[in-house]
């Protein structure tokens, strides 16, 4: 059953985007550099301007505030922000220990100075942060480009673990490798934000 539908979608020109996601999937999108697939997620995300149709279970994003929006439709970028002093400070509640732990991280974590944090730890506590609000749709954006290879096939299992819970993941990425790996089905896109869908990665 189709739970996510965007159709004849425009954004900072780019588009028209059309394309549906069932419950449980993670659909792939690749493309080279500059062809709009930041902005596109960044438009679901309702936090660019969009022309066009965007239903989650057939709500539409205008019909709720968008905070609530981007809570059901996360954005988790490549470089998450980070505004206040301490880690904690930044998630609703607690993640899991068994998450944090899963990607290679202690609970302790969350008592530290964002400051202390490499890169790749942001990048696994982005997707934690999101993750805490029990999403419904999870946009991705190059998530895993600072990790090392235990801590990408980490990422990647925590998040097919949660898609198994009904959870949809778009995620974004230039490594065709990890698109077959998690990734049945997916988009390319080129210049001007052309979307084409394919079934193989290679």
Partial sequence: MTAFEVKDLSYGGFGPVTFAMREGEIVGVSGPSGCGKTRLLRALADMDPWEGTIALQGVAPTAIPANQWRRRVA???????????????????????ADLRALGLEPEVLGWPVARLSSGEKQRLGLLRSLVNQPAVLLLDE????????????????????????????????????????????????????????????
Wanted: with cysteine; hydrophobic share 40%.
């Fill in 75 to 97: 954005y988790v970028p490549a470089e998450s922000q980070w505004w206040f002093d301490s880690v904690g400070e930044h998630f609703s509640h607690a993640p899991e220990d």
């Fill in 143 to 202: 998530p895993t480009a600072h990790l090392d290879t235990a801590r990408t096939r980490a990422f990647e299992v925590l998040v097919a673990g949660r898609c198994t819970t009904g959870m949809m993941a778009l995620w974004v990425t230039h490594d065709p490798e990890q698109l077959t790996r998690v990734a049945p089905r997916g988009y390319r896109m080129a210049a001007g934000g052309v979307w084409k869908e394919v079934d193989t990665w290679m």
